[in-house]
Antibody, heavy 122, light 109 residues
Framework: EVQLVQSGAEVKKPGESLRISCKASGYSFTNYWIGWVRQMPGKGLEWMAIIYPGDSDTRYNPSFQGQVTISVDKSISTAYLQWSSLKASDTAIYFC???????????????WGQGTLVAVSS | EIVLTQSPGTLSLSPGERATLSCRASHILSNPYIAWYQQKPGQAPSLLIYDASNRPTGIPDRFSGSGSGTDFTLTISRLEPEDSAVYYCHQFGSSPPGTFGQGTKVEIK
């Protein structure tokens, strides 16, 4: 059974750094792209970035390029989303999601994590 | 970047009725790289339709997708109370990033 289990909610102050995680199981982690999707309070879904765990190849939405960093640790089948300096506008729920087709990013997200709430406030 | 515009914003229908949700792309999609997701309050989205018209295993056949070019449709043939949710379309063409529509909220009276 495919599962994506994300780390717990975070409350941070502006300017602080943060890394959230997404642990995958039930499939070959290195063979499928995995990505992150943002959902701001009461709003829709935004495609942020994806990474191929096999070789750490990445693709970013230009709107998020330079604002976040996506990475993986293949040894523990875990993907990460990282901020070096949080802003209040980063307050949102962040979902990780697995892309359906092996080795190819031109496919939908077929499995999703439960979401991680990040709240940034002074 | 391809922009997806969904309509209507909200659909309020009774159980057993048919729901028709629209997703229009700003550019012609040469391939039917459109997916539809259902998101219930407090939950992650879940995949309903991919490649415009294919249902993943386990999705009821009252959900169907169609369309090509710039116009795509999700149809729920016989609404059930548990279909109350927000529905998003998503284009995942060959050049990332993918984009999502802004969502259509389906309310069951």
């Amino acid at each position: 059974e495919v599962q994506l289990v994300q780390s717990g909610a975070e409350v941070k102050k502006p300017g602080e750094s943060l890394r959230i995680s997404c642990k995958a199981s039930g499939y070959s982690f290195t063979n499928y792209w995995i990505g992150w999707v943002r959902q701001m309070p009461g709003k829709g879904l935004e495609w942020m970035a994806i990474i191929y765990p096999g070789d750490s190849d990445t693709r970013y939405n230009p709107s998020f390029q330079g604002q976040v960093t996506i990475s993986v640790d293949k040894s523990i089948s875990t993907a990460y989303l990282q901020w070096s300096s949080l802003k209040a506008s980063d307050t949102a729920i962040y979902f990780c999601a697995k892309i359906m087709s092996a080795g190819w990013y031109g496919a939908p997200f077929d499995f999703w994590g439960q979401g991680t709430l990040v709240a940034v406030s002074s | 970047e391809i922009v997806l515009t969904q309509s209507p914003g909200t659909l309020s229908l009774s159980p057993g009725e048919r729901a028709t949700l629209s997703c229009r792309a700003s550019h012609i999609l040469s391939n039917p790289y459109i997916a539809w997701y259902q998101q219930k309050p407090g939950q992650a989205p879940s995949l309903l339709i991919y490649d415009a018209s294919n249902r993943p295993t386990g999705i009821p056949d009252r959900f169907s997708g169609s369309g090509s070019g710039t116009d795509f449709t999700l149809t729920i043939s016989r609404l059930e109370p548990e279909d109350s949710a927000v529905y998003y379309c998503h284009q995942f063409g060959s050049s990332p990033p993918g984009t999502f529509g802004q969502g259509t909220k389906v309310e069951i009276k």
